[in-house]
Each structure stands twice: as C-alpha cells, then as structure tokens.
C-alpha cells in the first residue's frame, strides 16, 4: 500500500489523526515498539520514525505491537485502501484460517484465488509490504495479544485459539516479540483465568461513523425464529461450527467505536472463525469514508449518503444460510422468506443444547448442507421448483465446501453460482454481495433497487438502465445498493405512516 508522504504521516502521529488509524502503524526505531498513529505515548522524533501500511509490515521490520495503544485493537483496515480485489479476497481467507493448521500454504491459498504463488506474494509485498505468511502470523499474535488482555482464558487456550501449533511455539514467539513470556502481558484484574466455556467478551473495533440502527433494523427483519434474536439493542444468534453448537451476543459501544461481542463456545480453536464472521456479518472492515465520498460524487446518490453516514452492507453469517435464504426469498416478501427459513429450522435443524440456551428465542441451529442434502424431502408449503433448488445448493455446497469463498473474479463467482439448479443472475448476485463480500456485486433486477433508483433518479429504469447507471458506483456497488434499498424502505414507511 502507497504511504502518504513521511511528513504528512508524521503530522498525524502529531496530532493523533483518528483518520489515519488502521491505516498507517509507526515504528519507533529508539524503542523498537510500533504504534497506531493514536498512541498517547509521547511522540518519537521524526528521525526516529518509520511508516508502515500494515502491522504485519512493521512486525516484519522487526517492530514489537505497542502495549499502551494496542495495534490489535486499531480498526482492521489495512485490507482496505490501496489494495487489489484479489488481496482483500486473499486477507479474508486468511481471516477464516487459510494458513492456519496442518497443510495450510501459500501455494494453495494462491490456488483457489486462482494466480500463482508468486504473483500473490508479490502482490502482498506491493500492498502490504509483508508475505502472506508474515500476514497471518501477526494475525495470529495480534489476537492472542487481545485475549491476554482482555479475556481471562488460560494461556493454553489463548494458544490454540489464536492458531498456534503448540503452546511451546506461542511462548517462544511472545518471548521473542517482548522479551518476556505472555503471562507477563495479562493485566492484574485478570489474574483468575476462566476457561471459553464461561463465555468470552471482547471489543471489535470499527472506522466511524457507524449506522447501528440500520443494520440491527436489516437483522431484525430477517432474524430466523429459533435462530435469531434481537432486542434491547443487541443481537444473539446460534453458531454450529464443526459439528459444535454454541452462541454469540453482539452489542454496540458508541464510545469505544466498537461492537461487543459475548462468545460461548465449548472449541477455543473456532474463536478467530466466529470472530470472523462477526466481522463480516456487520462489515466491519468497511472504509467507509473513502466509500461515501466516492459515492457522494454522483451528485443524485449524495443526498442519500448524507442522510445515512456510516451506512454498512450487511454479510451473512454462513455461507450456506445466506443462500438458502436467497432461495427462500425468491418472488415471496422478507417476512414471508423468514417464515419459511423458521420452519426449515424446525424441520431440519439441530437443537441447541440446555446449557447453551443463552435465551429462550435461540433453540436451533440452522441445518447444515449435508443435513439437508441427505433429507428425504425437505417438507416446506412452497412451490416444488424451489425445493428443488434448496435440494441442489446443498448438493452443491457439500460437493464444494468453498462455494461461498472468494475464488477468482466477480464475474467468475457469479458463473459458478448460476450453474445451480434454480440459482438466476439475482440470486447469484445476492449471494455474492451477502456471502462471498464481493462489494461490486449487485443485484439489478431487484424490485426494491429498481423503486430506489427511480427515487434517485426521478424516473423509473428498466434493470439494463440501472446497471449502465451503476456504472460510475463501481467498485463499491454494494453499498450503493444499501444506499437505494434504505431509501426504498424509507419511502414505504412514510407513506405507510401517512395513511394511518
């Protein structure tokens, strides 16, 4: 990633810019220590300064993470400016694990995203100044890091579940990192470990601004009885990861630009998992200023991105659910679609264990590909055509396990998606803005963006006119999207309150 200019770096460290944080890390070459640009640390001498887009990079440079402005607690968006599409799709796997565990390897990672090895570590080094393996290992440090600090989870399980082979491995990276071991890190008042059984908190941090409302109200429509819950502000749900059934809480902290999240989970190891698909059900890697300024250049689209800053688009939480979804919402309203979606979950899902009965609404989990694809009939009131196509996408899902990762172009994700059974351009589209994060995907021809566009633009357009209009929206279509649904949805409520 291209740094601004060493001085105008500098007057940010100065000035402590919030605009800079997640984007630029300084390492002090008189400590050895690097830092978010936000650190209340008195500021190093400019001689002493170095800049790096990522943490990774100034890891690499042999740079430990700060222990007063924690790196690991800076908004995850080094992924975001700068960088390729094929890199941004490369750190979301890595998120997920890619180069986690036996077997793992640049090769296969550069494999699925269809380039050679190479090229992806060229790439890297040009976007992030770091390998791919250097990447994940700082990943992996940075989150074990966080838990130390803010989790009373035994250091074993601290080890295991921030990715390490072995505890030996994860002392001997800690002790070379900060010259200690990392009991030493851990705060007093966290002196008593617990085990993750007991339910681990922690704090994701986000660029602001944030439209929380907006998305708890998107998650509130679709929430899956049984599933999903959400009230009082938060949001809980089931998680069934590997054959493990646990819960997740989400809940807003405006003060600290974060989301709390509460994991309960029996397998320490799924906890970057689940904390990655947090991240990417409420999109928290969003640059959301560069994103509503390129949007606010169209002079029809600004007016809605004024009335909404810090709109999100929200992911979905599995890839499979996502698309089952999109099935089930095929030609039938949201509340109807989510009517369908609880009685799947009656028929066809796993209930939740007593003890992780967190809340009386969360009773199942959703039915994973492979229960659903060995179901004799899958029992739903629905036309027989589209429990055909529930029947083919998990057929297909079991057949691919990485259906729903990012894998080559957009173009190409569609194509692979649309070569299953009931599965058109919409759903395909759908599925890839919600499931695969391809933030350019974008459904034309659906009925709420084509009402949305018509208010933007004052005249109705066919869907081949609403793409052509798009065009200027790119890479970002996705949230234009977001943009044309919200004021959809606030055109239907103000009439609907207008005649009550």
Known sequence: MELPDQEVCYRALQSRDARF??????????????????CPARTAKFENCRFFGSAAAAQDAGFRPCLRCRPETAPDLASWRGT????????ALINDGALDGDGASVEKLAERLGLGERQL???????????????????????????????????????????FGSLRRFNE????????????LRRKNSANPAGADAGVTLRLRYRPPYDWESILGHLQMRAIPGVEVVENGRYLRTVEIDGSVGSVEVMHLPQWQSLGITIRFPKVRSLPTIVARVRRLFDLGADIETIDAHLSCDPLLAPLVARRPGLRAPGGWDGFELAVRAILGQQVSVIAARRLAGQLVQLHGKPVPMGYRVHPGLSHVFPTAKRLASAASIGLGMPGA?????????EATVSDPNLFRPFGTIEEAIARLRTIRGVGEWTAQYIALRAIREMDAFPAS???????????????????GLLKRAESWRPWRAYAAQHLW??????????????E
């Open 84 to 91: 390729s599409n094929t890199v941004s799709r490369a750190l």
């Open 446 to 464: 659906d009925i709420g963006l084509l009402r949305g566009a018509a208010i933007v633009d004052g005249a109705r357009l066919t869907s081949a």
């Open 173 to 184: 990276i800690f002790r070379e990192l900060f010259q200690r071991p990392p009991s030493a």
């Open 386 to 394: 589209r429990q055909v196509s529930l029947k083919a996408l998990a």
């Open 21 to 38: 944080d997640g984007l630029l890390f300084v390492g002090v070459t008189s400590t050895g220590i690097y830092c978010r640009p936000v």
């Open 486 to 499: 919200a004021a959809d949805a606030h055109v239907i409520s103000t009439n609907r309150s207008s005649h």
């Open 121 to 163: 570590r060229r790439l890297f080094l040009q976007h992030l100044g770091a390998s791919p393996i250097s990447v994940a290992q700082t990943r992996r440090v940075l989150f074990a890091k966080q838990l130390i600090h803010e989790t009373r989870m035994p250091m074993t399980e601290v080890a295991l579940a921030s990715g």
